[in-house]
């Protein structure tokens, strides 16, 4: 049986008048709704305590271990209100499952699918009122899990708190889809062969805060990071996954070595190829090969893909010694993606795949 998250007996909500001024004009990640999910896991019983609480700060013990050695894992999914006032989440299964599998690799318990879902399910219904609708604007969920013993030595924690928190989002190009420019560092690594790549933990995105901070000095929005090894494979931005469309028709993204984050976006593109009249190709590719590629016309387009910006095109690459461009972007092949996901997930267009969840 899943977790049963109690909800409040007399919630209190934000006046409509606040929550509508936070649709307006919602950013990301700035405004959070009135309530948040929590439960507790202890090494002697398991799962406990689920239960909505009004949200606000969590008690935590300044030797919380997370603290100290980042046991600490996340995810990120929306929810979607479509035309008929119906509130939608988009393949969270997929979301559960690398949620489990980033808990394993950073030795914390796994959260059951059903138990996910169950405390998605909960929050939403408790402040549905928060999903905005419309102009792509969304409800972001962030669950997350951390590991909250007061120890400081090195060992897996014995007491693990989980937390489900939600933000109303607006559109990731709020004035019109703007290709952008993209920075390819050759000093700093996000991750290693057998280090946390696959995994969404904290720990990775701190690691290519100074890279990305590299990029905003040359003028570019994210940067580009190439394998720790050999370094001459493309492999992810610091947030989201990347393909190339070439001139015969293929659509090429990296294939998953176990230092890059499988993106749950990254995955439905390679399902959408056939619609696209494309042939998906999972590949190592060299930075060498994508510059090349660009220069002499054999790549016409390049995007990245995420939960937050979905479908992102990219004008252009730069590094030390080299700066390519796009000359169309965004590109064809970019946009009707990038369309086709929204309609999907905005319920416009017939979800074939089974890709939504209703919440509400």
């Known amino acids: 049986m899943p977790l049963d998250f109690v909800l409040p007996e007399s919630p209190v909500y934000s006046s409509p008048t606040d929550i509508r001024r936070v649709h307006e004009n919602p950013g990301f ?29 969590l008690p935590i013990d300044p030797a919380a271990s997370a603290l100290h050695y980042a046991q600490e894992v996340f995810e990120g999914l929306k929810a979607y209100r479509h ?34 879902m169950a405390s998605i399910t909960a929050l939403v219904e408790v402040d549905q009122a928060w999903v905005p609708s419309g102009a792509e ?83 570019c929005s994210q940067v580009l990071f190439i394998d720790a090894v050999e370094r001459k494979w493309v492999e992810e931005l610091g947030g989201m996954n990347v393909y190339l469309v070439t001139a015969a ?18 995955s439905s593109i390679l399902q959408l190829a056939d619609k696209m009249n494309l042939n998906p190709v999972e590949r190592r590719i060299s930075l060498a090969e994508v510059f090349d590629g660009i220069a002499s016309g054999a790549f016409t387009e390049m995007f990245a893909c995420g939960t937050a910006a979905v479908v992102t095109p990219i004008r252009s690459l730069r590094s030390a010694d080299v700066d390519v461009v796009f000359e169309n ?17 905005y319920g416009r267009r017939e979800d074939e795949y089974g890709w939504l969840s209703r919440l509400v």
């Open 137 to 219: 604007k969304s409800l972001y969920l962030r669950p997350f899990m951390f590991a909250n013993e007061p120890y400081l030595g090195i060992r897996p924690a014995h007491t693990v708190t989980y937390c489900l928190i939600a933000s109303p989002v607006g559109s990731y190009f709020p004035s019109g889809v703007r290709p952008v420019d993209i920075w390819v560092t050759s000093e700093y690594s996000r991750a290693a062969p057998g280090g946390t790549g696959a995994a969404k933990c904290g720990g990775n995105y701190a690691a290519s805060l100074l890279a990305q901070q590299e990029a905003a000095d040359h003028d």
């Open 329 to 345: 972007s965004p590109g064809e092949v970019t946009m009707m993606l990038r369309e086709h996901l929204l309609d999907v997930q």
């Open 249 to 266: 028709g293929e659509l090429i993204t990296p294939e998953l070595t176990g230092t890059i984050l499988e993106g749950v976006t990254r």
């Open 29 to 57: 990640g700035q405004a959070f709704t009135d309530h948040m999910a929590l439960a507790t896991w202890t090494s002697d019983q398991g799962w406990h305590g689920a239960a909505v609480h009004p949200y606000g700060p």
């Open 83 to 116: 035309v008929d006032g119906s509130v939608w989440s988009f393949r969270p299964e997929a979301n559960a499952l690398r949620f489990a599998q980033s808990a394993r690799r950073l030795a914390l318990p796994e959260l059951s699918g059903p138990d996910f």
